[in-house]
């Protein structure tokens, strides 16, 4: 079957960008009122710069800095973006280019060009940042920056707060600005949710367009390129949301293969699983979808018990979800599942409670159950000031511990793995060691792992799965043997729940 689609790219909406910097300014005079201090000041973020392969003149292919891309759109390298928090006026710096720019890059825009295509209120030069703030902005004396300075909780990096000659003359705060519009990123708005259905709609297909294209003797890469190439050719993607995880055999048990030291290149063998974790970007946003199956398109027993475990707490964890639902517990459901699934088929044996109290889950699931989805994978918000990480094995790795909010976007990707690093030394535990049937745990021991993972847009009511792919072991089957998808007997999309339970 040749590859197709029916999607279409939608258009670059400064609309969207324009809407997010009024509930940044809106939550700003908030939190600036609420402390009694006066609604002055500017928000002010730096954009990215185009960056270099180490000393050569290799320009790497540009992405715009997160936080400037949600507020501003712009993406090109070199900007810088402001906002007056009185007035609510944008104002974009554009890089002032040398004429030969003309001749090896293209033609030079005009500033007028960037005020359109952004929809800003005015445009300058970046080398008149500090004129036309001092000028513009001096009225009650010194002018006050907000610029953005602050932690990832992902990964413990800090945002690099915008700098340029001159800033010296200006009052600056480094503490104000950075939750605030993390927090803005959290909640979704229509436009941004439409986005991301639209890079979930093309990675979806490209991953049934693998799932098709899969057979025993290929390599990992191959696939990688195969969904490459449908989210660029069909989708207009030309940026994945990470790099992608195309593992097969005992690999699926690697949670972040695909990295340049174990970089998707093992030839594909006749009766092992494949793990597909590939997410394409489409105009900033991103998606995070991951599909497990086997190679030669017919589970065996083994994969089939693993399989529906893990698709078991899949559907348990979105079924309960809804405003208000803690996501620890919903890591907690899932293990619980799993853990279940695996005692019915006497892998491990004991009372459940006691497994959990011993986080025996952990083991088998030692990353976290899923993450805000948006301009980052990862996206900000998981760890907001005040709340803390939980530090016991398989919660401390959970990327947020936050309560589910209506217009929040999160993954749903439990796993079950047979990884020898963390089963050893449950082995040699001697409270641990006692739940595992050892006997049947060598059945799997190159066996790898299993993730199923969706996109899920939080609801006033329950939740949507954005993801369109097949989850059934029949329905894997059936479009891996050449059916169409969607089937006419595909899942309900929307979730509503009521007392933990999917109504009918």
Not at 78 to 97: H, V
Not at 203 to 210: C, G, N
Not at 241 to 256: F, K, M, R
Not at 492 to 504: D, H, Q, R, S, W
């Amino acid at each position: 079957m040749a590859a197709s689609s029916t999607l279409a790219p939608p258009g670059f909406s400064a609309e969207l960008h324009a809407g997010n910097r009024e509930r940044l300014v809106a939550a700003l005079r908030a939190q600036l009122s609420a402390s009694a201090r006066p609604l002055r000041g500017l928000a002010l973020l730096q954009g990215g710069e185009e960056q270099n392969r180490y000393c050569t003149d290799h320009a790497e292919l540009f992405r715009q800095e997160s936080y400037f891309a949600y507020l501003f759109g712009v993406r090109e390298a070199g900007f810088y973006g402001a906002i007056d928090i009185a007035s609510g006026q944008s104002i974009l710096f554009a890089p002032r280019l040398p004429a030969d720019y003309a001749v090896w890059m293209g033609e030079i825009k005009s500033l007028s060009h960037f005020k359109d295509r952004y929809k800003v209120d005015v445009v300058y030069y970046v080398d008149e940042i500090a004129q036309v703030l001092q000028d513009q902005f001096s009225e009650h004396g010194k002018p006050l920056l907000y610029l953005l300075y602050g932690k990832s909780s992902d990964s413990g990096n800090y945002s690099k707060p915008a700098s340029f000659e001159g800033i010296e003359k200006f009052d600056t705060d480094l503490s104000t600005l950075h939750p605030i519009v993390t927090e803005c990123r959290v909640i979704k708005s229509d436009m941004e949710i439409a986005l991301i259905q639209y890079a979930t709609d093309v990675s979806s297909e490209a991953h049934i367009e693998v799932m098709r294209q899969i057979k025993p003797g290929m390599k990992e890469f191959q696939l990688e390129s195969i969904f490459l190439h449908h989210a660029y050719m069909y989708g207009a993607c030309r940026h994945c949301s990470y790099t992608c995880i195309c593992a097969t055999g005992e690999n699926s048990s690697v949670l972040h293969y695909g990295h340049a030291a174990a970089p998707n290149e093992r030839t594909l063998n006749d009766g092992d699983m494949a793990l597909m974790d590939m997410g394409a970007e489409y105009s900033f946003y991103g998606s995070d979808i991951t599909c497990s199956y086997p190679i030669n398109g017919k589970f065996n027993s083994n994969q089939t018990i693993v399989y529906n475990a893990v698709l078991k707490a899949h559907d348990a964890v979105i079924s309960h979800m809804k405003p208000g639902v803690k996501w620890v517990d919903m890591h907690k459901l899932a293990e619980k599942t799993i853990l279940e699934s695996l005692e019915k088929e006497n892998i491990i044996h004991g009372d459940i409670g006691d497994m959990m109290v011993k986080r025996l889950g952990a083991v088998f699931m030692p990353h976290g159950l899923g993450h805000l989805l948006g301009i980052d994978t990862h996206d900000p918000g998981g760890y907001p000031e005040g709340l803390e990480r939980p530090k016991e094995p398989g919660l401390s790795s959970l990327r947020t511990a936050r309560e589910l909010k209506e217009g929040m976007v999160i993954t749903v990707e439990p796993g079950c793995y047979f990884i020898d690093a963390l089963l050893r030394p449950a082995r040699d535990d001697p409270i641990s060691s006692k739940f595992f049937n050892w006997k049947e745990i060598e059945k799997y021991k190159n066996f790898g792992g299993v993730r199923i993972e969706s996109d899920l847009y939080v609801t006033a009511q329950g939740c949507k799965n954005m993801t369109n792919v097949p989850r059934e072991t029949w329905e894997i089957e059936a479009v891996m043997a050449g059916a169409p998808w969607p089937s006419r007997a595909s899942r309900p999309t929307v979730i509503t729940t009521e007392n933990g339970l999917p109504k009918a």
